[in-house]
């Protein structure tokens, strides 16, 4: 309990008084300093300052409670400490006055009344108390505050140094479909010449050739054509990213028309059916979502089973951002095909760039067509998922912020 009690010094030249102050004051949780003179209170008071008040006798040999005060007074750590005068001279105003004048904040006459020496002790000791607990939440404020600090610090430079990678990879994200996009125009030339050359030896020299020679010669114009339609889909893998996106309200089945209309003849082929069911219009880029919805429906016509109409219905509806666990709303387009399907193990990979999911002597097909999908998909600050079993056709949910 004393580490915790408040400290009151009592300063009396008379070992009687001292007790008598102490025992007026007992079982009230105060720590008793006692001085015996002016000295002896100030040799206590610089080795301690943290005194709840100071009870003093004026009237003391060789440094009176005037002169001990005003010493107090002096010092910057010692001149809030509150001092109650005891004595039993108060016969004239000068004599009260120089007692306020040297730093006192109360008097009391001898003998004291102890009711009144505990009220008055108890005020200044409570206030000590609301003192201490305000400075300790003070400390405990301030050093919280530096942990915020430090710590907002800490996370300022993390931010920055995720903000200028994330910065570096756009960069280099850019500069590698810039690359690509180049590599692959630049590709073009010498594959036009191929073609050039192998259409002449087709039309004047292919009857002359022995059926080996027409049999590689064949898989020459195969290697040619898979060539042609490789390049064809990087680069339009890579327009997807540098082209700069203007995003308009869009009404859905304009945009499965004009898919519908660039593949009449793969539908009629195939006895396809495309059916729609949508609720508003969307804001998108257009002519990034007819390539989207193209691929999409190339997709399945290319996967559709080979005795059975194969049968797309396309749905949009707005749905709350909750459901996705975001704040804002969200389209949420889906696209379902009846077709061959795929496993479901294969529902994140079949986006990867040149995955394929089954053999190239069974599927035509570059591997690069959903890649080109979900880029578009990301374009529009959206989400794509796949959900497929086999025979049972596969499934693609799109996710648009509506705003």
């Known amino acids: 309990m004393e580490d915790k009690a408040v400290k009151i010094l009592i300063v009396d030249d008379k070992k009687e008084n001292l007790l008598s102050l102490q025992v007026i004051l007992a079982n009230r949780g105060y720590q008793f300093v006692e001085a015996t003179s002016g000295k002896d209170a100030l040799r206590i008071l610089l080795k301690n300052q943290d005194f709840a008040i100071i009870l003093m006798d004026v009237q003391m040999p060789l440094m009176d409670g005037f002169e001990t005060a005003e010493l107090i007074r002096q010092s ?5 400490v509150p001092i109650i005068f005891l004595t039993a001279n108060m016969n004239s105003s000068e004599y009260i006055f120089k007692g306020y004048q040297s730093g006192a904040v109360d008097y009391m006459i001898k003998p004291l009344s102890p009711e009144i ?19 300790k939440k003070e400390e405990e404020t301030h050093a919280l505050n530096e942990i915020i600090l430090k710590t907002n610090k800490e996370l300022a ?4 140094a995720i903000e200028k990678h994330a910065e570096e990879l756009k960069k280099k994200n850019m500069e590698l479909d810039a690359f690509t996009y180049i590599s692959s125009h630049d590709l073009q030339e010498p594959l036009r010449k191929i073609q050039t050359f192998t259409n002449r030896i087709l039309h004047n020299e292919y009857p002359n050739l022995s059926e080996d020679g027409k049999q590689k010669f064949d898989r020459i114009l195969y290697a040619t054509n898979r060539m042609r339609e490789l390049i064809n889909s990087l ?11 203007r995003f308009e309200k869009v009404d859905l089945d304009t945009v499965v028309d004009d898919v519908k209309e660039a593949l009449k003849e793969n539908l009629l ?3 396809s059916v495309i059916t729609t069911e949508f609720h508003d219009s969307v804001k998108i880029i257009p002519f990034q979502f007819v390539q989207l919805m193209e691929n999409l429906i190339h997709n399945s016509i290319k996967f559709a089973k080979a005795e059975v109409p194969l049968h797309i219905h396309i749905k949009s509806r707005l749905i709350d951002g909750t459901e996705l ?6 389209y ?23 995955q394929k999911l089954h053999g ?21 600050n959206g989400i794509i998922t796949a959900n497929g079993e086999s025979m049972q056709g596969a499934t693609f949910n799109i996710y648009l912020p509506a705003e």
């Open 332 to 354: 949420h387009i889906s696209f379902a095909d009846n077709g061959i399907g795929f496993e479901p193990q294969y529902n994140e990979k079949i986006f990867g760039v040149f």
């Open 76 to 80: 910057d750590k010692l001149k809030h």
């Open 235 to 245: 680069l339009t893998f890579s327009r997807v990213t540098i082209v700069e996106r």
């Open 269 to 271: 082929e195939t006895n």
């Open 117 to 135: 020496l505990q009220a008055k002790v108890m005020v200044f000791t409570e206030l000590f108390r609301k003192n201490q607990e305000l400075k």
């Open 360 to 380: 190239r002597d069974i599927y035509e097909g570059t591997g690069i067509g959903l890649a080109i999908v979900k880029k578009i998909v990301e374009n529009h």
């Open 157 to 160: 430079s993390q931010y920055a």
């Open 325 to 330: 666990e975001r704040k804002t709303n969200y």
